[in-house]
Every structure is written in C-alpha cells, then in structure tokens.
Antibody
Framework: EGQLVVSGGGLVKPGGSLRLSCAAS????????MHWVRQAPGKGLEWVSS????????YYADSVKGRFTISRDNARKSIHLEMNSLKADDTAVYYC????????????????????WGQGTLVAVSS | DIQLTQSPSFLSASVGDRVTITCRAS??????LAWYQQEAGKAPKVLIS???TLQSGVPSRFSGSGSGTEFTLTISSLQPEDFATYYC?????????FGGGTKVEI
C-alpha cells in the first residue's frame, strides 16, 4: 500500500518562505503524477500545483503562480513545494496527493482521480 | 477554468435517509469527475472515480452518476460514519478544480 508523509509546515511571517516535502513509499513513485492541494481553515479544497512523473509537465493555480515552485526527486521518492512571498491567504493545511495509474495491455494509463493523500501539514502565515 | 458548483452546501439528514448531492460543471467534462469524502481533521478519501466507478473498499450504499456537466453522488441509506463533507473534483483539464463541498450533518 502506498503512503505519503508531508512535512515542513509551520508559522511564517508575511513575505517569508517555506519548503514543504512529501515523502512517498510503497509504490513506484517515478511512474506517478503528483499534486499539492490545500485547505484554508474552515474552507474547501483548492488544487495548488501538479508535476508529471518525469517533471516534464508542471502546472500551478493562478493564486500561487510566480510564488510557488513544485519539484520532485525520483531517486529520493519525494516532491517539494517551495513557497515564497507568502501571504495570509496562503494559510492552509497542505496535502500532497498521488494520481492513480492503471497498467493496461496498451501500457500505463493515467486515471482522473487522486487515490492516495498525505496527512497534510499546516502552513500559517501571520505577523 | 472549469467551475464546479455543488449543491446543497449543507444537508441535514438522519440515519437511514437517502441523500443526493449534485455537482454541476461550467462546461462538459465527459466523465472526468471524482468524489471524495473528508472527515473533520483528516485527508480526503476517494469514493468514486470516472463519475460512477466505486472505489475498492467503499460501501455499496455510495453511488455516482452523470456525464458532461451534471453529476450526482447518492448515499442510499445514510450511516453514522457517513456524516462528513463531500467534494467533487474535475480532472478534465487544468486547473483540477474542486466543488465547494457539501457538509452532511445530523
């Protein structure tokens, strides 16, 4: 069974930086697209960023574009989210998630679902 | 960007009730829709993928239907452990947006 463990959250002042990590185990990490999703206190889920298995494709929500950078290290089975110029609106629990892959007779098929989620880490931006 | 509108936002129900949650997409997304359940303080858990495919281990009282722009999640007989918040998510195109959520309360 796959497992994702998120770390790196904490309290940071507005304008500051933080780096989140998500360590994967129990599956072939280098095959999967990975994602960051956040949830502000008392609010709904917000997709933040995605990175393809080989880092060839990277996407960001408009709300974080230019400030956040997603990366991955397939050798270390981890993804990271470098967060700069943090604002109070970035206060949230940050989850990493795996996008499912199916092995078919025709090869690997990326499925439209996030099947494993990390436990989340709280990022609080406040002076 | 594709917007997802979930309704209702809050739902008061009793054990044994049949519950239906609707998710409407601002444009057609075929069946690229997933449903998640989130209990307070926990990470989301996937219930349904591809609009109607029940995930392994998820009770059969959960079902999903729809295609294009209108989707539903139905709980046929609400159980105490089902009181949670439910989200739809579209994975047709980036950004992979979520609906606003439906909190199911007693």
């Amino acid at each position: 069974e796959g497992q994702l463990v998120v770390s790196g959250g904490g309290l940071v002042k507005p304008g500051g930086s933080l780096r989140l990590s998500c360590a994967a185990s129990g599956f072939a990490f280098n095959t999967y697209n990975m994602h960051w999703v956040r949830q502000a206190p008392g609010k709904g889920l917000e997709w933040v960023s995605s990175i393809s298995s080989s880092s060839s494709y990277i996407y960001y929500a408009d709300s974080v574009k230019g400030r956040f950078t997603i990366s991955r290290d397939n050798a270390r089975k981890s993804i990271h989210l470098e967060m700069n110029s943090l604002k109070a609106d970035d206060t949230a629990v940050y989850y990493c998630a795996r996008q499912r892959i199916l092995i078919t007779s025709g090869g690997l098929r990326i499925e439209p679902v996030f099947d494993y989620w990390g436990q989340g880490t709280l990022v609080a931006v406040s002076s | 960007d594709i917007q997802l509108t979930q309704s209702p936002s809050f739902l008061s129900a009793s054990v044994g009730d049949r519950v239906t949650i609707t998710c409407r997409a601002s444009q057609g997304i075929s069946n690229f829709l997933a449903w998640y359940q989130q209990e307070a303080g926990k990470a989301p858990k996937v219930l349904i993928s591809a609009a109607s495919t029940l995930q392994s281990g998820v009770p059969s009282r959960f079902s999903g239907s729809g295609s294009g722009t209108e989707f539903t999640l139905t709980i046929s007989s609400l159980q105490p452990e089902d009181f949670a918040t439910y989200y739809c998510q579209q994975l047709s195109s980036y950004p992979f947006t979520f609906g606003g959520g439906t909190k199911v309360e007693i």
